[in-house]
């Protein structure tokens, strides 16, 4: 058993449709572990360094514009493998090919706006983690 933190975050696109407590009820249901949980507006800096491997590439300023247009809803899921869990839960980017079941695949139509961003490994987890939430932020319980 590897328990692991990964950083999920509703995107503006979500928190406008009201997606909010459809989407933590999934993971509550799932039994992950909610360690920190905060609505807030990036800042372009914050989402620049959120996206930072993206830097370059032709949808990157689409990706900043977006993300920055709305306040979005990050957390801190914990639990058993919970990166590959939870990226198995939200589907593939885009959601006009994410399967239905998959929070993608039941609310996106659009590869940029899809609802939902969530850490690809673990490593990145705790990067963004650090990006979105001070220390004193995440509960231990
Ligand atoms: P992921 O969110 O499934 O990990 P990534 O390839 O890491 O997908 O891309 C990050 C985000 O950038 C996507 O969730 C999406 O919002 C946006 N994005 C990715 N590819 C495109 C594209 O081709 N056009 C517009 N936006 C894109």
Redesign the pocket.
């Known amino acids: 058993m590897a328990v692991q933190r990964t950083f999920v975050m509703i995107?503006p696109d979500g928190v406008k449709r009201g997606l909010i407590g459809e989407i933590i009820a999934r993971f509550e249901r799932k039994g992950l572990k909610i360690k920190a949980l905060k609505m807030k507006k990036l800042t372009r800096e914050e989402a620049e360094k959120l996206?930072d491997?993206?830097k370059g590439?032709?949808?990157f300023e689409?990706?900043i514009n977006?993300v920055t247009s709305a306040p979005v809803v990050g957390m801190v899921l914990e639990g058993d493998e919970a990166v590959s869990v939870v990226r198995l839960m939200?589907g593939?980017?885009d959601g006009r090919k994410a399967p239905p079941g998959t929070i993608r695949g039941d609310f996106a139509l659009s590869?940029?706006?899809?609802v939902i961003?969530?850490s690809?490994s673990p490593e990145r987890a705790e990067y963004e983690i650090k990006v979105f939430f001070k220390d004193d932020e995440i509960i231990d319980w």
């Open positions: 995107k996206y491997i993206h590439k032709p949808f689409e990706l977006f939200i593939p980017t590869i940029g706006e899809n961003h969530a690809d």
